[in-house]
C-alpha cells in the first residue's frame, strides 16, 4: 500500500509561522504510533548491538562494524520510501550521502593524535566533525541545485524560534542539573579533563566551548538542516524519521538518558527545522545544553 505524504503541511503557511503552527499536530494519533514504532525499532536495535555485540567496546573505532550498523536504517528506509519518492536514484544519492557521513563522522574525529596536547586531539575532533557535518551537505546541495539557505540557514524566523527557544530553556537546564548529577555524566563530561583538576589554563576550557559550539552549528545543519530539507523533498514528514534513528544511534556510547532523549529531541527538532525553515531553535537548544552540562558536571564536582 502506498504512502501518501501531505507536503502542503510544511510549505503551505505563509510569511514565518506562529508558535502554534509550528506545534500544531493535523494527527496525532498517526504520529504518536510513527514514533511508537520508530522508537521500539531504534531502542530495540541499540539493545541488540550493547548487550549482544558488545558495541561499547568498539564504537567509534572499529570502522568496518560501524559501517555494518548504519546500513540497517538507511536500507529499511530506502525499501519502505523508494515508492514515494519522485525518483529511486534520487532517493538512493541522498541516502547514501547520509550515510557515508554517519559512518566517517563516529568514526574519524576519534581518531586522535595522542602525542598532541589534549586541547589539540579536540580541535581534531571538532575539525573533522565540522568538515564531514558540513562539506558533503554543500556538495549534495551544488550537484542537486539545491540553495543552501534551505538547508535552514535562515534568520527570519529569529523571533519565533527564540521563542521556541525560550519555551525549552527551563527544560534544558533542570535536565542538565539533574544529567550532570550522574557518574555517568562526570566520567564523561566535559571532554576536555585537564581544567579544572589538571595543568590546563581556563582559556583552554573556553577555547574548547567555542569549538564544541561548532561542532553543533554544523551536526544541525547536517541533521535538521540537510537530512530534512534535502529529505523533505524527496519523501515529505517521513525525513524526520528517517533523521532522527541514524542521529540516535550516533549517541550509542553515551549515557543511557542522553541515548534515550536523542531520539525525541531529533524528533522534536525536525518537526521545529521544517515548520521554521531555520535551525536556529536547534542550534540555540544544542549548545546551550552542552555546555550547561559541562558547567553543572563542573558544579556538581566531576568524578
Not at 530495540?44 to 555485540?53: D, M, P, W
Not at 560501524?66 to 541522498?94: C, D, G, K, T, W
Not at 550532570?180 to 581556563?202: E, I, K, N, V
Amino acid at each position: 500500500m502506498a504512502i501518501v505524504v501531505d507536503h502542503a503541511d510544511a510549505t503551505g503557511h505563509h510569511g514565518p509561522p506562529t508558535l502554534r503552527q509550528v506545534l500544531t499536530c493535523s494527527n496525532p494519533r498517526r504520529v504518536a504510533l510513527v514514533v511508537a514504532l520508530l522508537a521500539a525499532a531504534v531502542f530495540g536495535y541499540e539493545a541488540v548491538l550493547i548487550t549482544v555485540f558488545d558495541a561499547h567496546a568498539w564504537w567509534g573505532h572499529d570502522l568496518g562494524r560501524i559501517a555494518l550498523v548504519y546500513q540497517v536504517p538507511f536500507i529499511v528506509a530506502f525499501l519502505l520510501l523508494r515508492r514515494i519518492a519522485p525518483s529511486r536514484r534520487s532517493l538512493l544519492a541522498f541516502l547514501a550521502t547520509a550515510d557515508a557521513v554517519m559512518i566517517l563522522v563516529t568514526w574519524l574525529p576519534r581518531q586522535r593524535p595522542a602525542d598532541q596536547p589534549e586541547l589539540v586531539q579536540l580541535a581534531w575532533w571538532a575539525a573533522c566533525a565540522v568538515g564531514l557535518y558540513v562539506i558533503p551537505a554543500v556538495l549534495y546541495a551544488r550537484v542537486h541545485r539545491q540553495p543552501l539557505r534551505t538547508y535552514g540557514l535562515r534568520l527570519g524566523t529569529f523571533r519565533h524560534e527564540f521563542w521556541i527557544f525560550a519555551l525549552v530553556l527551563p527544560a534544558i537546564v533542570v535536565g542538565a542539573w539533574l544529567a550532570s548529577a550522574q557518574p555517568r555524566f562526570q566520567a564523561t563530561y566535559p571532554f576536555l579533563r585537564g581544567w579544572p583538576d589538571g595543568a590546563a589554563p581556563l582559556g583552554d576550557m573556553l577555547v574548547w566551548w567555542v569549538l564544541y559550539a561548532a561542532t553543533f552549528v554544523a551536526l544541525e545543519f547536517f541533521f535538521r538542516g540537510f537530512m530534512v530539507s534535502a529529505g523533505f523533498r524527496l519523501v515529505g514528514w517521513w525525513a524526520v524519521p528517517v533523521m532522527a534513528a541514524p542521529y540516535c544511534l550516533l549517541h550509542l556510547d553515551k549515557p543511557l538518558p542522553e541515548m534515550v532523549t536523542s531520539l525525541f529531541g531529533g524528533l522534536l527538532l525536525g518537526v521545529i527545522a521544517v515548520r521554521t525553515r531555520s535551525i536556529l531553535a536547534g542550534v540555540l537548544a544544542h549548545v546551550t545544553l552542552a555546555i550547561g552540562t559541562d558547567i553543572a558536571v563542573l558544579a556538581h564536582g566531576r568524578g
